[in-house]
């Protein structure tokens, strides 16, 4: 239960116009605010590990970079789900457990099936807006493009979600938990 209430508090400090994002001492404002465009940029996983300097928070982006390998090398016809082996140092895969985005539960055995039926039939490119640290915690706030016709270009041909990541790690610094919660377009 304290984990839940870390991860809702977390998320409401990051959304803008709720009470936890308003400066002490200032009201929130009963009038309808313009949501404007976000000011964060948004960086490539090299960015994001130049701007970044918590422990956990470069082993995410390690995890990334070295899952974005997998993900290119997909379309292979020799792909196999060894592949995410790669990932094995990373993960305590004896105590992983993904909750994700529709509130699916899965170990790290089930957990690779799933992404190497992903990976063979959909194409996928994201681009992280931001990374924070709270105690054994990272969250990764991200835009994600995805496509099932064909690789994700610039000039469109594809969904996008924003999507935000929790990431747990155990005292031995692996990675324990991931929860994903993600806006889908309507």
């Known amino acids: 239960m304290?984990?839940?209430l870390q991860h809702i508090l977390f998320v409401a400090a990051l959304l803008p116009g709720t009470a936890f994002a308003e400066p002490v001492g200032q009201a929130a404002s009963s009038k309808a605010q313009v949501v404007k465009a976000d000011p964060l940029p948004m960086m490539t996983l090299d960015e994001a590990v130049a701007a970044t300097h918590g422990k956990l928070s470069l082993r995410v982006l390690a995890f990334l970079k070295t899952m974005n390998g997998i993900?290119?090398?997909?379309k292979q016809p020799d792909f196999t789900e060894a592949r995410w082996n790669a990932l094995t140092p990373m993960v305590d895969v004896d105590h992983f457990r993904r909750v994700g985005n529709f509130g699916e539960v899965?170990?790290?055995?089930?957990?690779?099936?799933?992404?190497?039926?992903?990976?063979?039939?959909?194409?996928?490119?994201?681009?992280?807006?931001?990374?924070?640290?709270?105690?054994?915690?990272?969250?990764l706030e991200a835009e994600e493009r995805m496509?099932?016709?064909?690789?994700?270009?610039?000039?469109?041909?594809?969904?996008?979600?924003?999507?935000?990541?929790?990431?747990?790690?155990?005292?031995?610094?692996?990675?324990?938990?991931?929860?994903?919660?993600?806006?889908?377009?309507?």
């Open 2 to 4: 304290k984990k839940a």
């Open 71 to 74: 993900v290119a090398a997909g």
């Open 106 to 139: 899965m170990n790290w055995k089930d957990y690779t099936p799933m992404l190497t039926k992903w990976v063979q039939h959909s194409w996928w490119q994201g681009r992280i807006r931001r990374i924070s640290e709270v105690g054994n915690l990272v969250y």
């Open 147 to 186: 496509s099932t016709k064909g690789e994700v270009r610039d000039d469109g041909g594809y969904d996008i979600l924003h999507s935000l990541s929790v990431y747990e790690f155990g005292k031995d610094g692996k990675l324990t938990g991931l929860w994903v919660y993600d806006e889908r377009p309507r």
